[in-house]
């Protein structure tokens, strides 16, 4: 793994968890700028897929087992998208609050993925 990318996915996504974080604090839903954020995490974020799958695929191994990599590689993936698809079924604050949510998943998994693979 790429320690500067699981680094950068990790700062934007709590980047976009405090953004969607103060709009949910001021009563607001999601927007299209947060929509382009949660782009952003994401394609950071299937870089990361991309990359993890590749150093797979080269021969390396991860410490803690490759499925259990492979899985958090694909949670990761999924968290902030799956949150902006439920913040578009609830067009309220808390529509915000669920990306903050998933967006904090994501930073997390950012830190299991650097264990899981022997940081």
Do not use: N
Not at 29 to 57: N, Y
Request: one cysteine or more; hydrophobic letters at 60%.
């Amino acid at each position: 793994m790429l320690d500067a990318l699981t680094v950068v996915v990790a700062v934007t996504a709590l980047a976009l968890a405090a953004w969607c974080g103060y709009a949910a604090y001021r009563d607001q839903p999601t927007k299209d700028w947060h929509f382009i954020g949660m782009a952003v995490v994401t394609a950071l974020a299937l870089i990361q897929l991309i990359v993890g799958v590749v150093q797979l695929a080269r021969g390396e191994d991860a410490r803690d087992g490759t499925v259990t990599f492979v899985v958090y590689l694909i949670g990761a993936f999924t968290a902030v998208p799956a949150a902006g698809f439920l913040s578009l079924t609830e067009r309220t604050r808390w529509g915000s609050a669920t990306v903050a949510a998933g967006a904090v998943v994501l930073a997390v998994l950012q830190v299991r993925l650097y264990d899981i693979w022997g940081g």
